[in-house]
């Protein structure tokens, strides 16, 4: 936090390399929120690029309301957004899911991979604002506070898409495998 | 107790946000509901898959640096702006408690009630 004020501040002394600083502090998580977000590594980078130098310029309206993570993610949350207006189209899924080799970690636990790649088919058919608010929750320790001010809906609401979004996942998780068997 | 209503309790133990003692009673419960055990399996690899992080590829910052405009902070004195900017929302409600303040000191020092009241009734 403290680090973030003062890359900011050198940022607004004309030091652009701070900026870059600044924002790779971020980078892996948002290009990992967009990606999951859109599918498309091409739409994500457009995307990111776009946000980051529309916030190199807002840049001096930046205020102590929330932190910096969460200005920088609703920034980047109003520019996928308005990138998907800009085209005319709503958000067209090339395939259902992303790679599972680019994810970082180990494999998932005690589940099967075929069961890791049908609970993400679940989570990229859910509404927009639920897998935004599902997406941001693990990420820079964000509460829903923060969820709220990022997809710019009440506290409650961005609760209640989350656990929205977590009881779909499962319910339809629980009825494919039902429908196996 | 039908599973269908511990859906949401059955998320708030993913989250571990529930009291130790509930706690024990899922874990137990799901050791012998097969639903409820896929349900919470289905959360936690959803809770994993949004966690993990993907690697962006160092040309994207490259690129963004080359679309800077390196002279856009050094043509105004958006430093200072940006200092009164950034504790703003915590000194507007300040402010606008001294402006009424001054206002009611004002009517009431200088009489200017009685002077109102002389002027037009």
């Known amino acids: 936090m403290r680090e973030d004020r003062l890359l900011i501040k050198q940022t607004l002394n004309g030091d652009t390399d701070s900026y870059i600083k600044l924002i790779s502090r971020y980078n892996d998580n948002l290009f990992s ?149 | 107790m039908k599973c269908s209503a511990r859906q949401d309790e059955l998320i708030l133990y993913v989250d571990d946000e529930i009291s130790d003692e509930k706690k024990i009673i899922i874990e137990n419960h799901i050791q012998e509901c097969a639903n409820c055990m896929c349900f919470v399996n289905a959360v936690r690899n959803a809770d994993d898959y949004a966690g993990r992080t993907i690697k962006c590829d160092r040309d994207l910052l490259a690129k963004v640096k080359e679309g800077l405009d390196r002279d856009y902070y050094k043509k105004k004195s958006y430093g200072i702006i940006h200092r009164i900017m950034f504790y703003w929302p915590l000194y507007k409600p300040f402010l606008a408690v001294m402006i009424i303040a001054v206002i009611l000191f004002s009517l009431f020092y200088f009489n200017l009630i009685g002077h109102i009241r002389r002027t037009f009734f």
Request: positive net charge; hydrophobic residues 35%; contains cysteine.
């Open chain 1, 33 to 181: 929120f967009i990606y999951k977000m859109t599918l498309s590594k091409e739409d994500t980078k457009e995307i990111l690029q776009e946000a980051y130098i529309h916030a190199y310029k807002s840049l001096y309206t930046y205020n102590c309301v929330s932190s910096f993570a969460v200005w920088l993610y609703r920034m980047v949350a109003n520019e996928f957004r308005r990138y998907y207006r800009k085209k005319g189209k709503k958000i067209k899924l090339e395939k259902d899911s992303i790679d599972l080799d680019v994810l970082s970690g180990t494999e998932p636990g005690c589940q099967s991979q075929e069961d890791y790649k049908l609970v993400i088919k679940f989570i990229n058919s859910l509404e927009e604002n639920q897998k935004m608010a599902l997406m941001l929750e693990p990420l820079e320790g964000f509460n829903y506070k923060d969820i709220s001010q990022i997809i710019g809906v009440s506290v409650e609401n961005a609760k209640l898409n989350v656990h929205k979004a977590k009881a779909v996942i499962g319910q339809k998780f629980c009825e494919s495998q039902k429908g196996e068997k």
